[in-house]
């Protein structure tokens, strides 16, 4: 398999077709609907926020994919404003989205999915959505350029576009994998705002797809945390277009495992565009008894504003962490808990272990670098990215609005 990220050769998928438009909507005046397209069809897999607060594009786009049976032709992303918390009519403004790029695409609506990001709460005018439906059309192409334009387009926050792709030959066939990304606050995803974007040429069935997308999924954007506040527009989106021909059954593993790859490296991308994150930090939590144990703990550690403000600071204080693996409801033994800056050791068997402190400082400062948790308890083990929490980061939330 070959992977390749934001700055590398993309491997496109063949079988679909991008763009993207200034419709007026962010206030920046850049480009902020997107328009990714399947003229033949593909079929469809999604994940969504477990926020019990969900956007009106995530309620639509749900019902669409049950009407559907997993068959979507576009997707229509607006950035800007979330089209959240915006009553009756945000569902319509949603729907009727739908209902105008199906009837330029000759579609029926229900094989629109849309997506929205940006402000919660300030009602998404839809004159300027809809307005947008005939250029974003019109602009349809199917290279790696009009990928990018909707890479950037779908950005609110985030200080750089996310793009990975991967492929792996089968036979005389080659299978490729895209996938672009925005997210960069409002990231603790468990299914801000994070949407997600996934292309194959693959031939496979909705089923099928949905099996490896909540896999590839649970190992990557569910085992990431900028600052604890999950999403209501959280999607994660896999289509497949079928034109290289190869069979998902045929290929299981191979495409697992670059789904796993290309989902990883925008996972990655998000954090280190954490809003103000001047550290990612790399948690191995190994010995915990499952999975799920594994996360919660990390999650504990990843999201409090006192370990992360630490790591702002590059101080050691180990303490913080320990305090943090104590709070996570796991029940523990204290004494089996060992913790690890690196190489040094800082903490055995939840007490103090005699380290140099100046080196630790050191290591710290560095803009990326692993802690390991001991857990002792058990033989899962989970690697999951986080960063720390700054003065920029509450700049940049303090103003969002205003």
């Known amino acids: 398999m070959n992977l390749h990220g934001p700055d590398e050769p993309v491997f496109l998928p063949l079988g679909f077709m991008w763009s993207a438009v200034k419709a007026g909507i962010k206030a920046s005046g850049r480009s902020d609907v997107a328009l990714a397209e399947a003229p033949l069809g593909a079929s469809a897999a999604a994940m969504f926020t477990r926020n019990r607060v969900v956007a009106a594009p995530v309620e639509v786009g749900r019902a669409h994919l049950r009407k559907n049976k997993g068959r979507v032709r576009a997707v229509l992303v607006n950035a800007g ?42 009602p998404l005018p839809v004159e300027k959505l809809i307005a947008a439906v005939p250029a974003v059309v019109e602009a349809r192409a199917g290279d790696i350029d009009a990928l990018k334009s909707f890479a950037t387009a779908i950005m609110t926050t985030d200080t750089r576009m996310k793009l990975a792709s991967a492929e792996f030959a089968t036979g005389k066939e080659i ?26 040429d693959l031939d496979a069935e909705p089923k099928e797809l949905q099996s490896a997308l909540k896999i590839a999924v649970d190992a990557s954007f569910n085992a990431i945390s900028v600052d604890g506040d999950t999403s209501t527009n959280d999607t994660v989106l896999l289509l497949a277009s079928g034109v290289s021909k190869v069979k998902l059954g045929s290929v299981a593993k191979k495409f697992a495992d670059a789904l796993h790859g290309v989902c990883a490296s925008l996972a990655e991308q998000v954090i280190r565009d954490g809003e103000g994150a001047k550290h990612l930090v790399r948690l191995q939590i190994t010995g915990a008894k499952s999975m799920d144990e594994a996360r919660t703990i990390a999650r504990s550690i990843a999201n409090s504003p006192l370990v992360k403000t630490a790591w702002a600071g590059c101080d050691p204080n180990w303490g913080r962490i320990l305090s943090s693996v104590g709070k996570s409801g796991i029940a523990v033994d204290p004494e089996k808990i060992n913790i690890f800056f690196g190489p040094q050791q800082v903490c055995k068997k939840g007490a ?11 290591y ?7 802690i390991k948790v001991e857990l002792g308890r058990g033989k899962s083990k989970l690697e999951f990215l986080t960063c720390d929490l700054t003065e920029e980061y509450v700049h940049i939330n303090a103003d969002y609005s205003t």
């Open 352 to 362: 103090a272990h005699p380290f140099d402190a100046l080196q630790a400082h050191e």
């Open 364 to 370: 710290l400062k560095q803009p990326e670098y692993g």
């Open 81 to 122: 404003n979330a089209n959240c918390a915006t009553g009756p009519q945000g569902i319509t403004v949603a729907e009727e989205s739908c209902a105008a790029l199906g009837g330029a695409l000759e579609a029926a609506p229900q094989f629109v999915i849309p997506s929205s990001t940006g402000i919660i709460g300030v």
């Open 175 to 200: 299978v490729h994998i895209a996938g672009v990304c925005k997210g960069s606050g409002m990231i603790h995803p468990n299914m801000a705002t994070m949407l997600v974007y996934l292309f194959t």
